[in-house]
């Protein structure tokens, strides 16, 4: 500093611009971090998204090709299939008595269907079937939640011989939201069901 009449003093230019280079430098540090962290949320927020499209590509393939090695026949309508489906079913049917009453069934014991892997078939009853019977003795509420397993033990086309054989293997959990009837000694303790049937269904080759 250089003094001047009266006690005044006149700073030097030079530490000012001092301050100025170093807050400009600082701020220049500071957008090159925030730049190289945006690039690296970007790259992984791209390599998740790519990583989980591989894998349902990669799923999608696999349903597709084990659906290509069974017979392509129409879903029945009432009964489960022995194909391998990878779809949501929602069923409702009306059966009416010897009396003239129809009961109702809203659901029909169908839900998701998935294919997790080569030769299995997963089906959850979610909802459980919901069941109307127009009678005022009997009450109204939701069946037994259950769930089926297929295996598909062999299964060839159209063009190599047409036929297929599963394996199902059905459990019934009891979580009726109502009682059906009345309730007993023997009905108050309700135990899972588990079911096993197999299947072989061929279809001869139109000519």
């Known amino acids: 500093m250089s003094a001047l009449p009266g006690n005044l003093c006149l700073r030097s230019p030079v530490q000012p611009l001092r301050i100025v280079t170093l807050l400009v430098l600082s701020f ?22 790519n990583s989980s499209d591989g894998f349902f590509e990669k799923w999608f393939d696999m349903v597709s090709a084990t659906q290509a090695e069974q017979p392509h026949w129409i879903t029945p309508l009432a009964t489960t299939t022995p194909r391998l489906e990878q779809e949501f079913r929602y069923d409702i049917f009306w059966q009416t008595n010897s009396a003239g009453v129809s009961a109702e069934n809203y659901g029909g014991a ?5 294919i997790p ?4 078939e ?6 459980p079937a919901y069941l109307v019977h127009n009678n005022p003795a009997v009450k109204d509420g939701f069946g037994d939640w ?8 062999l299964a060839s086309n159209e ?6 054989l599963t394996v199902f293997f059905q459990t019934t ?3 009726v939201s109502t009682r059906m009837e009345q ?25």
């Open 146 to 153: 259950s769930f089926l397993v297929k295996y598909r033990i």
């Open 122 to 127: 997963v089906i959850l009853v979610a909802p």
């Open 159 to 164: 063009e190599a011989g047409n036929y297929i």
């Open 28 to 49: 220049v540090f500071l957008g090159n971090i925030a730049t190289a962290q945006t690039a690296s949320n970007a790259a992984s927020t791209n390599t998740a998204a």
């Open 117 to 120: 892997a080569r030769h299995f």
């Open 173 to 175: 959990f009891p979580t």
């Open 110 to 114: 169908k839900g998701l269907e998935i």
């Open 183 to 207: 309730p007993t000694r023997s009905s108050r303790l309700r135990l899972p069901t588990v079911r096993a049937l197999a299947t072989l269904t061929c279809r001869a080759l139109s000519a």
